[in-house]
């Protein structure tokens, strides 16, 4: 469902049916996961969750 409208794609999952799926018209939202490894051991040292929503 990224990217496209949810009922669209509901549609042809349960109708078995192929649709054109149009793109979704809603907030765009972008989740990330940084990480930072430490390169002698091989073991993260920071993970932070960054979220942003777009209009």
């Known amino acids: ?27 765009r939202v972008s989740n990330v996961a940084l990480v930072d490894v430490d390169g002698s051991t091989g073991k993260a040292s920071l993970m932070k969750r960054i979220d942003r929503t777009v209009n």
Not at 2 to 12: F, N, Q, R, T, Y
């Open 1 to 27: 469902v990224i990217g496209s409208d949810k009922d669209a794609v509901l549609e042809c999952f349960l109708t078995s049916l192929p649709n054109r799926l149009s793109v979704a018209a809603s907030l």
